[in-house]
């Protein structure tokens, strides 16, 4: 049967191990990558289909756009019937102070309201069965087993104050942006919760989680330090219960994606199990508050 999945975060790292397994373990589908440029076009693996729809994920027009073009596409037969989105882009900055075109802060906007933005604007185009996938982050447990003292926890706040610039303290720090980001991770486990109690039964959204992988670019804005720990030092870590190869880490997300690992929808995937996510992130009240935050900020029911 032949489908469409729209991935972001398809070009390098993990993503782009896992868009490798999808189309060879999926000949029939056709995957759509939404990137900046023309990053990811050229994915193609054995000359499966693979196309590209250009997109800023910090820029909430642009992500609209993008949806759109997207929209348009499947509307004209020009792509084959929807069943999957992977949201896998994100971003580690190393302050809390980086504003967006649309007047938030650029890790809330593409790690949380870039992936709302598009589920919503996407949903009724949809054919079942279909599973959503949001890529997150063990850091939002806020403890050593799970961030080996590198990231702090989150901080949790209203949305309104975390969508905007200098809502940790000591804003223009590294430790201010690895909380943005934790706390980032959290938000997007609420949106899956939230996502699997209000989209159709017939489509599954689910959190996956790959673990701690070094070697990728997510520190690629940190010091120079920093960058060459991740790709040189810390990548040892792998043979050890605390960090995960790129190569394991994206074929356990193709397996989430292709349904290989069964998750029930809301759940959280733990590399390849399906596992229950921290305490703090079972909470009804914050997830509510988040979605009606969201939609406020992206606007996305004037296009649902």
């Known amino acids: 049967m032949r489908s469409t999945l729209v991935m972001t975060g398809a070009g390098r790292g993990i993503g782009r191990v896992a868009a490798e397994h999808i189309l060879r373990r999926a000949p029939l589908t056709h995957l759509l990558v939404v990137a900046r440029g023309s990053s990811g076009a050229g994915l193609a693996v054995g000359g499966h289909a693979v196309s590209h729809v250009a997109a800023d994920l910090g820029s909430l027009e642009s992500v609209r756009?993008?949806?759109?073009?997207?929209?348009?596409?499947?509307?004209?037969?020009?792509?084959?019937?929807?069943?999957?989105?992977?949201?896998?882009?994100?971003?580690?900055?190393?302050?809390?102070?980086?504003?967006?075109?649309?007047?938030?802060?650029?890790?809330?906007?593409?790690?949380?309201?870039?992936?709302h933005l598009l589920i919503r604007m996407l949903q009724t185009r949809f054919a079942a069965p279909a599973r959503i996938v949001?890529?997150?982050?063990?850091?939002?447990?806020?403890?050593?087993?799970?961030?080996?003292?590198m990231v702090p926890g989150p901080?949790?706040?209203s949305p309104d104050f975390l969508a905007r610039t200098g809502a940790f303290r000591r804003p223009g720090t590294t430790t201010a942006g690895r909380t943005a980001y934790s706390t980032s991770k959290l938000?997007?486990?609420?949106?899956?919760?939230e996502h699997a109690r209000r989209l159709p039964s017939w489509i599954d959204a689910v959190a996956y989680n790959p673990g701690f992988v070094p070697g990728t670019d997510l520190a690629r804005d940190a010091d120079a330090f920093s960058r060459f720990a991740m790709r040189r030092l810390l990548p040892a870590l792998t043979l050890t219960p605390f960090a995960i190869s790129r190569a394991a880490a994206g074929r356990h997300l193709a397996?989430?994606?292709?349904?290989?690992?069964?998750?029930?929808?809301?759940?959280?995937?733990?590399?390849?199990?399906?596992?229950?996510?921290?305490?703090?992130?079972?909470?009804?009240?914050?997830?509510?508050?988040?979605?009606?935050?969201?939609?406020?900020?992206?606007?996305?029911?004037?296009?649902?």
Request: glycine content about 8%; cysteine-free.
């Open 155 to 157: 901080v949790w706040r």
């Open 65 to 115: 756009s993008a949806a759109l073009e997207i929209r348009r596409r499947l509307d004209d037969g020009e792509l084959p019937p929807l069943r999957g989105f992977v949201g896998n882009a994100g971003i580690q900055l190393t302050n809390a102070l980086t504003e967006g075109p649309d007047g938030f802060e650029s890790t809330f906007t593409v790690n949380v309201l870039a992936n």
């Open 255 to 304: 397996d989430v994606v292709l349904g290989t690992t069964e998750a029930p929808t809301g759940s959280y995937v733990d590399r390849d199990r399906v596992v229950r996510s921290s305490d703090e992130s079972y909470d009804p009240r914050r997830e509510a508050e988040l979605w009606d935050a969201a939609e406020r900020f992206t606007g996305a029911a004037a296009f649902v």
């Open 187 to 193: 938000a997007a486990i609420y949106l899956v919760h």
């Open 134 to 149: 949001i890529t997150v982050s063990d850091t939002h447990f806020g403890d050593f087993r799970h961030n080996l003292g």
